[in-house]
């Protein structure tokens, strides 16, 4: 009997930059990604096993680029955090959507240093009622 197809985890993501430099720096200074590789046109970051491709676009078009969502324990924290690092939110942490069980999902927008779109997401476990 055959095994039935089915794709595996997400293995890369690429995003295009309008300068590459730039992006490096930013990446890893400021996100404090690991920088897996810079080989001059392209570079790579690893995001909790999965690698994340800069590479540099020819113009200003940015729409072929997707969000990329960042899964963090403590919303609040990374929202501080990184503002503390001077990333522009286009909002604070928000309820997005609240789960049967209660489980809520949080997110917060923010800007890359093209001023593309990147965003923080947090599960926030249900609280016991209170009595």
């Known amino acids: 009997m055959a095994t039935p197809f089915s794709l595996g985890r997400v293995g890369q993501v ?18 404090c990604l690991p920088l897996l590789g810079d080989y001059g046109n392209v570079a790579l970051f690893d995001v909790g096993g999965i690698r994340l491709f800069l590479s540099h676009r020819e113009d200003d078009n940015t729409s072929g680029n997707s969000i990329i969502y ?18 522009t939110f286009r909002g604070a942490p928000h309820l997005i959507h609240r789960h049967a ?31």
């Open 70 to 87: 960042f899964l963090v324990d403590d919303i609040d924290d990374a929202f501080a955090e990184l503002g503390a690092r001077n990333v």
């Open 14 to 31: 690429s995003r295009e930059v309008s300068n590459l430099d730039r992006a490096v720096e930013w990446y890893r200074d400021v996100l």
């Open 101 to 131: 069980d209660g489980t809520e999902e949080w997110m917060a927008f923010f800007e890359d240093c093209d001023g593309g779109l990147l965003a923080l997401m947090s599960k926030v476990a249900p609280r016991p009622p209170t009595a």
